[in-house]
């Protein structure tokens, strides 16, 4: 059974760099037909589409983050990264990471991590 | 960028209630429209992908139509553990986006 595990820092300064990584187990993260992204919901709020990666090619951004914002892969770890820059408290919110198959969109996704913007 | 429009934001039904959820996308996106339900602190769980297709072990009385920019999600027959928030999602293209969510009390 595919499981995706998000981790990093769940506190982060205001102007610093959020970087939260996904950690894939039960499944390959070169298969074909997948893609690998983050969704972000701020607290008691709704859903944000961040951005996806294929394990090959470029990522895909959110327009209103992509300045701000790096989706990578590491194949030999079998993990992809989230990194927001520049963040304010307005980047608060729980990170999720998911798989998203072709055609189907984000069938798995990880439990979630808080991440708060504080001084 | 496509916007995704739900209606209606809340909702409340009864026990074995038909309900139905709208989406309506800013322009066109043929049948990309992906449903999922949310309950209160777990991760979004996919109901429904092109727009009618049913993912494995979600229950009958889910349904989803339409293609272009409208679409709906109905629940046949309302139980007690669909009491969530449904959000829409187009994936047209490489750039994404979800609707703002239909929170359901049941």
């Known amino acids: 059974q595919l499981q995706l595990e998000e981790s990093g820092p769940e506190l982060v300064k205001p102007s610093e760099t959020l970087s939260l990584t996904c950690s894939v187990s039960g499944g390959s993260i070169t298969a074909n037909n997948y893609y690998w992204g983050w969704v972000r919901q701020p607290p008691g709020k709704g859903l944000e589409w961040i951005g996806i990666?294929?394990?090959?090619?470029?990522?895909y951004y959110n327009p209103s983050l992509k300045s701000r914002v790096t989706i990578s892969v590491d194949t030999s770890k079998s993990q992809f990264s989230l990194n927001l820059s520049s963040v304010t408290a307005a980047d608060t919110a729980l990170y999720y990471c998911?798989?998203?198959?072709?055609?189907?969109?984000?069938?798995?996704w990880g439990r979630g991590i808080l991440v708060t913007v504080s001084s | 960028d496509i916007q995704m429009t739900q209606s209606p934001s809340t909702l409340s039904a009864s026990v074995g209630d038909r309900v139905t959820v709208t989406c309506r996308a800013s322009?066109?996106?043929?049948?990309?429209l992906a449903w999922y339900q949310q309950k209160a602190g777990k991760a979004p769980k996919l109901l429904i992908y092109?727009?009618?297709s049913l993912e494995s072990g979600v229950p009958s009385r889910f349904s989803g139509s339409g293609s272009g920019t409208e679409f709906t999600l109905t629940i046949s027959s309302l139980q007690p553990d669909d009491s969530a928030t449904y959000y829409c999602q187009q994936y047209s293209g490489y750039v994404h986006t979800f609707g703002q969510g239909t929170k359901l009390e049941v």
């Open positions: 998911a798989r998203h198959t072709i055609e189907v969109a984000f069938d798995y």
């Open positions: 990666i294929y394990y090959s090619g470029s990522p």
């Open positions: 092109k727009a009618s």
């Open positions: 322009q066109t996106i043929s049948y990309w």
